[in-house]
């Protein structure tokens, strides 16, 4: 059901992507705050990481940081990761504070999902009301109609 929430709320405010992302870079975020190298730490999330796509595209940075490139470049170009995501963890790689980065990554995404949830469910509150009424409305409807047929026919 969470899952499903989720999914809801991913297509529900454009961020089917982003979803994952809270909870992989924070993953990336607590294993290279740790001491991790950078390669262990993309490593570890890779296989940790059930979405294929997201899956694929740290791979891919994986393979580019260990040619050199730094980890915002790759990120970039696979085009799946939002742009303020690559933006924040090439500010991290150019202070030198790239968990510091991962976790205002992490943070916001979670946020932004949160308010995707609450968002959400408020708007399906009165769709819910409306449901139930018309349900109830129909049962009622349903009772007095049998009932007027019957004292109609206790009167012939």
């Not at 694929?56 to 393979?63: D, F, L, W, Y």
């Not at 469910?121 to 009165?126: A, G, K, L, S, Y």
């Amino acid at each position: 059901m969470r899952l499903l929430a989720l999914l809801a709320a991913g297509l529900f405010a454009g961020t089917l992507v982003a979803a994952p992302v809270p909870k992989q870079q924070a993953e990336v975020f607590l294993v290279k705050d740790n001491g991790v190298p950078v390669l262990t730490a993309l490593k570890i999330t890779e296989q940790i990481i059930p979405n294929v796509m997201v899956k694929e595209a740290i791979a891919k940075t994986r393979e580019e940081v260990t040619d050199g490139k730094t980890i915002a470049q790759p990120l970039a170009r696979s085009k799946i990761f939002p742009q303020l995501m690559v933006d924040l963890v090439k500010i991290g790689e150019e202070t030198g504070d790239v968990p510091g980065a991962l976790k205002n990554v992490a943070d916001t995404y979670e946020n932004e999902l949160s308010i995707a949830l609450r968002v959400l469910t408020n708007m399906i509150e009165p769709v819910m009301i409306i449901v139930m009424a018309l349900g109830v409305g129909f049962l009622l409807l349903s009772v007095l109609s049998a009932m007027f047929a019957i004292t109609s026919n206790i009167a012939r």
